[in-house]
């Protein structure tokens, strides 16, 4: 499904990715832990198209990453902590709007359906700006897989969630991963890792260090061995 | 057909937006007639034929409030990271450029539509010509062909306001030039044939910064 090979990206003299290799199966759902600026979300743009990357392969469902972006676009959703929804909109709207970009087919069904999912059919002609935080990440979510991508990219997610929608967010990823879709998600919350995902990856100083499958893992021992490799500062 | 469908989804979601708050549009309706006022106030006083002026100032009015529309377009789409919304679509970056290139014109044109009646109230003239409208419409998609580009090119900078304004106002110089040329030909009641070459110039510009942008946008925007 994911295939990462070498792959660096620097900001001029600045190292974001240094040699990352990765493998993510399909309907995997590998979570990538890792401190401010290991370089989570650099790898996460890169994989969803946004950035170049210096050197390495990428390549998404055999695609290559530089020559069939546009193949790739179709194939993945990405969320970030901002909703890339238009605030002067309506919730319908948004959904619509994105939906004529990816070319749905039976795009009303399509939003009716994605309203429901995501629990704000009630708010469907409300403007994006009047949404909560978290119905706004809801929003975002039923943005991301309005084309049904085979791939989820999640960059922090529970950014400024409060419990309540925090647990809403994770019932919701659930369901979304279940619908077999591969899901790459960053956090810098250690327990969120371990909820969903099969597999945790720790991302140092744009390095994968570690990766580990999530049987018998727990919050303690993820700590544990996190702590190892990036030492002090860890959030729970 | 996909790319049109693309292009015009971006077009109405620029509208329906504005239709719902209408700051922009009423903000530059407000400032053109400003300059418009302080224009005619300041010339009644010092110059004795108008109409000379007036093609002058009708064409430094656009100018000025086009600018406004500009620079907000593509800085809308920063809010809540939107271009990267844009971005994620798997379709031609060009699309982009188009759709927003697009929408401006809509705006600005609606803009000059409005005014062109007050201005020909205020200045005593009959602006209501097929000519000046072609021109006005050529003029325009030369202030949006270059101003949607440039303000690509300048949305992720700092100082996107200042910065807007420093580089498109020397690039649409000439289309500022030749449209007041041929207003000033038409006004005068020129032949044709005198002002016939500004108009050919405004279309090879038009096609130039157009062709340029759908060439050079997926560049500008890499960042």
């Known amino acids: 499904m994911i295939e990462i090979q070498g792959l660096v990206k620097s900001f001029g003299h600045t ?25 989570k979300t650099t790898l996460l743009r890169i994989l969803a198209t946004l950035l170049k990357p210096t050197s390495g392969l990428v390549n998404i469902d055999g695609l290559h990453l530089a020559s069939r972006s546009d193949e790739i676009r179709r194939r993945i959703g990405f969320v970030s902590h901002q909703s890339l ?21 039976g795009l009303e069904e399509r939003v009716d359906s994605l309203l429901q999912l995501v629990g704000l059919r009630a708010r469907r002609h409300d403007p994006a700006r009047t949404l909560s ?3 706004q990440q809801r929003l975002s979510i039923a943005r991301a897989i309005i ?36 899901v790459v998600m960053t956090t810098h919350n250690l327990q969120r890792a371990v ?42 | 057909m996909a790319f049109l469908r693309k292009t ?18 009423s903000s530059m309706l407000v400032f ?83 005014m062109l009646p007050i201005f020909s109230v205020v200045f005593n003239l009959n602006l209501i010509r097929p000519l000046l409208l072609l021109t006005v419409f050529l003029g325009t998609t030369g202030f949006a062909a270059v101003g949607t580009l440039l303000a690509a090119m300048a949305v992720n900078t700092r100082a996107r306001e200042v910065m807007l304004p420093v580089l498109v106002f020397p690039i649409i110089l000439p289309v ?8 000033g030909g038409v006004l005068d009641g020129a032949a044709f044939s005198e002002f016939a070459h500004w108009i050919q110039f405004l279309v090879a510009f038009d096609v130039i910064f157009l062709v340029v942008s759908y060439m050079t946008f997926d560049f500008v925007v890499q960042g």
């Open chain 2, 32 to 114: 053109a007639l400003l300059v418009i006022v302080i224009f005619s106030f300041s010339f009644d006083l010092r110059v004795e034929n108008i109409v000379q002026v007036a093609p002058g100032v009708l064409w430094v009015t656009f100018a000025f409030s086009s600018t406004l529309e500009l620079s907000r377009s593509l800085a809308v789409e920063m809010e809540n990271g939107c271009l990267d919304g844009l971005f994620l679509a798997p379709m031609d970056r060009s699309v982009i450029y188009f759709g927003k290139m697009l929408g401006n014109l809509v705006f600005i044109s609606t803009i000059e539509a409005l």
């Open chain 2, 176 to 183: 500022v030039i030749s449209a007041v040329k041929v207003t």
């Open chain 1, 85 to 105: 929804t238009y605030d002067k909109l309506t919730v319908e709207e948004n959904l619509r709007f994105y939906g004529r970009l990816y070319d749905v087919v």
């Open chain 1, 195 to 236: 909820e969903l995902c099969d597999t945790v990856a720790i991302l140092t100083s744009g390095r994968i260090v570690c990766e580990m499958k999530n049987e018998n893992l727990d919050l303690n021992r993820l700590r544990e061995i996190y702590w190892t490799y990036v030492g002090n500062g860890v959030t729970s």
């Open chain 1, 15 to 39: 190292y974001a990715l240094r040699d990352v290799d990765l493998k993510v199966g399909e309907g995997q759902f590998l979570t990538i832990v890792g401190p401010n600026g290991a370089g």
């Open chain 1, 147 to 182: 084309h049904q991508p085979s791939l989820l990219l999640l960059d922090e997610p529970y950014t400024g969630l409060d419990q309540q929608a925090a647990e809403m967010l994770r019932t919701l990823l659930q369901t979304v991963n279940e619908e077999s879709r591969t």
């Open chain 2, 8 to 25: 015009l989804a971006i077009v109405w979601k620029d509208v329906v937006a504005e239709l719902r708050t209408r700051e922009m549009f």
């Open chain 1, 133 to 135: 935080r978290g119905m």
